[in-house]
């Protein structure tokens, strides 16, 4: 099992990013897709999350309008277009794929998303 993100850098206060998560020896489409974040000395957060079944949404209060998560199962991979991006969005973000039955929950190894003039 392996997710494998992408897309992480440094951009400027206001700029875009688009993160992607690449799932491989699973049946992506049978999980639900999450998205975490995680700034240095903080927990762990959940951003935003995507269900396998009709594709309904959640997101983290603070990126509510400015964040949208999506899904290609045809590609086994996620998306998170992060607009508007403020300082405190700073932090290594991490794509997690679970499933409550027949458990699973798998994790990649991040990419770092930095938010500086």
């Known amino acids: 099992v392996k997710l494998v993100e992408s897309g992480g850098g440094l951009v400027q206060p206001g700029g875009s990013l688009r993160l992607s998560c690449v799932g491989s020896?699973?049946?992506?489409?049978?999980?639900?897709m999450r998205w975490y974040r995680q700034a240095p000395g903080k927990e762990r957060d959940m951003v935003a999350h995507i269900s396998s079944a009709d594709y309904p949404t959640r997101y983290l209060d603070s990126v509510k309008g400015r964040f949208t998560i999506s899904r290609d199962n045809a590609k086994n991979t996620v998306y998170l277009q992060m607009n508007s991006l403020i300082p405190d969005d700073t932090a290594e973000y991490y794509c997690?794929?679970?499933?409550?039955?027949?458990?699973?929950?798998?994790w990649g190894q991040g990419t770092q998303v930095a938010v500086s003039s």
């Open positions: 997690n794929a679970w499933r409550a039955w027949p458990n699973g929950d798998y």
């Open positions: 020896g699973f049946t992506f489409s049978d999980f639900n």
